[in-house]
């Protein structure tokens, strides 16, 4: 079921899209269908509910016994539950008690339900865990997804909250510091981004404020970019982020010369990424829309896909084919992929049974924007140049 702060038209979830294209929200609505609980939201949820659980009795909030009868139904109950989902919540949990430990007497606050309702209308959400001193205020989000490193720098989901969190205890407190932490076990990545409560404030008042108010209107300027398109509802059909692709993908005028310059290259390489996923997202929405709706785009049909012959029956076809003297009829053995069998029998186990004898070959070369985190490699010309 959806959470309220999910229900609300300017979402800390979505700011990064409405905040920087504030015309999205009004423009977006009509696309932006009934959302589905996906098995990754699902599973995140699942994983947030045993991660407080574990904090609860972590930070004194619940007893040993409630620990265990609670411990017990989730894993009776919850489809997700297996031994390594539990040991990535236990490597955030461990996370979070190693954070709080760096501080002096804190106060530990979980799930903590937040207010920025004063610059965002219908601005709520839900800190996961809110560690306060005297001085500081850090908030720890654990994001439970393998798809991408989501980082804390300049967070507009993060800060929002942090922003709500202050409003929520600043009466008790003297903050001075607002710190804010990502923790992603499953990809071994932890961000952490700090601010003075002054300079949140000053964002909240100067820059989401008068954003929200021209969110709520539907006014501003349109403003493609991939963090703000990459979840928009209308991103298959803005004539804002079609022309930003379209005048990048023409926008060099190669008349001097019938080869490509380095730079022309490097320019095409840092568009290419946002224009494929832009052709992929019309291609997707127009195919959704000839089959679900029966809409016609001219020149375009719908056909039925290439597909393979199959067997409808594998067991009486391997008994004919027995009966008829064919034996070597089956695939040979093939083990479980290592996720599959790290998920079986848990990280630690799977670590003790095959770290010595699992390798990790070097992956192909991959061109990357040259602030991606991982160090370079030399080319080939260049390493027989260093061997020479
Ligand atoms: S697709 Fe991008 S530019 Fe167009 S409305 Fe959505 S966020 Fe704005």
């Not at 959806?2 to 905040?19: D, F, G, M, N, Q």
């Not at 199959?310 to 996720?339: M, Y």
Request: glycine residues 4%; hydrophobic residues 40%; negative net charge.
């Amino acid at each position: 079921m959806a959470t309220p702060e999910e229900h609300a038209i300017l979402s800390a979830s979505s700011s990064s899209r409405w905040l920087h294209c504030t015309p999205s929200v009004v423009f977006a609505a009509p696309y932006d269908k009934e959302r589905k609980d996906t098995t990754f939201t699902a599973e995140g949820t699942a994983a947030h509910a045993l991660a407080e659980l574990k904090l609860s009795f972590d930070t004194g909030k619940i007893t040993k016994r409630k620990l265990n009868a609670q411990l017990k139904k989730f894993k009776a109950e919850n489809e997700y539950y297996s031994t390594s989902f539990e040991e990535f919540v236990d490597d955030y949990v461990g996370f979070v008690n190693e954070t709080v430990a760096t501080y002096d007497h804190p106060e530990v606050e979980l799930e903590q339900r937040v207010n920025f309702s004063d610059w965002v209308p219908d601005g709520y959400g839900t800190s996961d865990v809110v560690i306060m001193t005297d001085s500081i205020l850090h908030i720890v989000d654990l994001k439970f997804g393998k798809g991408v490193p989501v980082s804390a720098v300049e967070n507009t989901q993060l800060m929002l909250y942090a922003l709500g969190t202050y409003y929520e205890f600043n009466m008790a407190y003297d903050f001075d510091t607002v710190r804010m932490t990502i923790h992603q076990p499953r990809l071994y990545d932890t961000s952490t981004y700090e601010l003075s409560v002054e300079e949140l404030l000053d964002w909240a008042e100067t820059f989401v404020k008068p954003r929200a108010e021209l969110a709520m209107a539907g006014e501003g300027d349109y403003a493609p970019s991939d963090k703000a398109c990459q979840w928009c509802p209308a991103k298959a059909v803005c004539k804002a982020r079609a022309d930003k692709n379209l005048q990048n993908a023409i926008k060099y005028d190669f008349a001097d010369s019938n080869e490509l310059e380095t730079e022309a290259i490097s320019d095409v390489l840092s568009q290419a990424k946002e224009i494929k996923k832009w052709l992929e997202d019309v291609e997707e929405y127009a195919l959704v829309q000839a089959r679900d709706e029966g809409k016609h785009f001219p020149g375009w049909k719908l056909v039925a896909g290439r597909s393979n012959r199959k067997i409808t029956n594998a067991d009486v076809a391997a008994s004919l084919l027995t009966d008829a003297g064919f034996t070597e009829i089956f695939k040979p053995r093939e083990l479980l992929t290592l996720t599959a069998i790290e998920k079986m029998v848990g990280k630690k186990q799977f670590g003790d049974l095959l770290n010595d004898i699992i390798v990790k070959p070097e992956g192909k070369p991959t061109l990357v924007v040259e602030t991606d985190k991982r160090p370079e490699i030399s080319s080939h010309s260049q390493a027989v140049k260093d061997f020479e």
